[in-house]
Nanobody
Framework: QVQLVESGGGLVQPGGSLRLSCAASGFTFRFYALTWYRRAPGKERELVAAITAPGRPTNYADSMKGRFTISRDNAKSTAYLQMNSLKPEDTAVYYC???????????WGQGTQVTVSS
């Protein structure tokens, strides 16, 4: 079955960096786009960044441009989100998502908590 497993979250001070990973299994990873989302406490889910199947970033939320970088390694079936210059408002649970057309379903990981605080 399709599985997405996020990791790499944690507590970091403002200005710090984290690298999130999304390990995929159960489908042919290299064929599908991946998207990172986040949900902050009391807020709606927000798109963070997206990347095409071959590895071209296609979307960054304005507040994250220049600070966050999405990438993927198709040989490892893993997507990444490098987050630099983190701010307290980046505190959220971060999720990766894959839409697989032949199942007509969105698949989500369990999320990884990122907390930016001094």
């Amino acid at each position: 079955q399709v599985q997405l497993v996020e990791s790499g979250g944690g507590l970091v001070q403002p200005g710090g960096s984290l690298r999130l990973s999304c390990a995929a299994s159960g489908f042919t990873f290299r064929f599908y786009a991946l998207t990172w989302y986040r949900r902050a406490p009391g807020k709606e889910r927000e798109l963070v960044a997206a990347i095409t199947a071959p590895g071209r970033p296609t979307n960054y939320a304005d507040s994250m441009k220049g600070r966050f970088t999405i990438s993927r390694d198709n040989a490892k079936s893993t997507a990444y989100l490098q987050m630099n210059s983190l701010k307290p408002e980046d505190t959220a649970v971060y999720y990766c998502n894959a839409y697989i057309p032949n199942t007509n379903r969105d698949y989500w990981g369990q999320g990884t908590q990122v907390t930016v605080s001094s």
